[in-house]
């Protein structure tokens, strides 16, 4: 699954084609993806502008000019693709698969955005701005790691009274939104936190934060800001807007890195398994 950084790197790749163009036509040749796409998709988004490209943790926000917004998840194996409108035929690149080919955006700057997913747990879904406050797909989320608002002591908070390991709360999307199991396992490796260890330790008996709760903030801004850097992480399926791959794997320092070497100390990486994810890290200094 797209975390963060990859779910940003693509938006940065598609900001660039998508907004202030303008929604010419609209092919759906496939409705069966996550949900099925409405019968009345093609209809709301003829004739809109997209004003802006956002993203709410791993949700891509198109907003567009008729005061609605365009709610879009890459799912497992989703990916999109610019490319340069040809008169007559449509241009597939990257070798894409044709049938795997689920909605093409034709833009009137004479580009295409094409949205790929071979095993269809993608969604696209249309909302008015008004109520996306209430969407139930955004309404739980915790705060964006990235955001102003998520620091030291909005995090102790949030894992105050929790009796679930650090691991589990991180990956928590009510606790903080768009992570998940690489960033946080690389985010507690820079901590020097251990995944097992209890949530409520990062806060003392008041909530407050304690030097824990400051190191992992910082660790979980760096970790992410580091990723989007290198257009986040190429495992299976991520790919960057314009097809090229992340490279964030390269700088992994635990994750997938079992029985190797840890970095900074004589430890040896080992993997675990947490609420049936597997956990990397190196008990001998991540505490």
């Known amino acids: 699954m797209p975390e963060l950084p990859e779910v940003e790197t693509v938006r940065r790749g598609l900001a660039p084609a998508m907004e202030g163009a303008r929604l010419e036509r609209i092919e759906v040749r496939h409705r069966g993806l996550r949900w099925p796409i409405a019968e009345d998709f093609e209809k709301r988004l003829t004739g809109t502008t997209v004003t802006g490209l956002g993203r709410r943790a791993k949700y891509l926000l198109a907003d567009l000019s008729s005061g609605e917004v365009l709610i879009m998840h890459l799912g497992m194996s989703g990916s999109?693709?610019?490319?340069?409108?040809?008169?007559?035929?449509?241009?597939?690149?990257?070798?894409?698969?044709?049938?795997?080919?689920?909605?093409?955006?034709?833009?009137?700057?004479g580009k295409t955005v094409t949205f790929n997913d071979p095993r269809r747990f993608g969604s696209m879904k249309i909302v008015p701005r008004a109520k996306l406050d209430e969407e139930p797909l955004l309404k739980a989320l915790g705060p964006e790691p990235l955001g102003n608002e998520f620091?030291?002591?909005?995090?102790?908070?949030?894992?105050?009274?929790?009796?679930?390991?650090?691991?589990?709360?991180?990956?928590?999307?009510?606790?903080?939104?768009?992570?998940?199991?690489?960033?946080?396992?690389e985010a507690l490796y820079r901590a020097h936190l251990s995944p097992t260890r209890r949530a409520s330790t990062i806060a003392d008996r008041k909530g407050e934060p304690n030097e824990r709760a400051f190191a992992l903030v910082d660790a979980i801004k760096a970790v992410l800001n580091d990723a989007i850097k290198a257009?986040?992480?190429?495992?299976?399926?991520?790919?960057?807007?314009?097809?090229?791959?992340?490279?964030?794997?390269?700088?992994?320092?635990?994750?997938?890195?079992?029985?190797?070497?840890?970095?900074?100390?004589?430890?040896?990486?080992?993997?675990?398994?947490?609420?049936?994810?597997?956990?990397?890290y190196c008990p001998a200094c991540q505490k």
Do not use: W
């Open 80 to 109: 999109f693709r610019i490319d340069k409108e040809k008169p007559g035929a449509f241009h597939h690149a990257r070798s894409k698969d044709e049938k795997h080919d689920h909605v093409v955006f034709h833009l009137s700057n």
């Open 151 to 185: 620091d030291a002591a909005m995090l102790a908070r949030a894992c105050q009274a929790k009796k679930t390991s650090l691991k589990a709360a991180l990956s928590d999307q009510r606790v903080v939104a768009g992570l998940g199991n690489i960033y946080v396992c």
């Open 231 to 280: 257009g986040g992480s190429s495992l299976r399926d991520h790919r960057q807007a314009d097809g090229s791959l992340g490279y964030f794997q390269h700088n992994f320092r635990v994750y997938d890195r079992e029985g190797e070497p840890c970095p900074r100390s004589k430890g040896t990486i080992k993997r675990i398994v947490q609420s049936g994810r597997s956990t990397f």
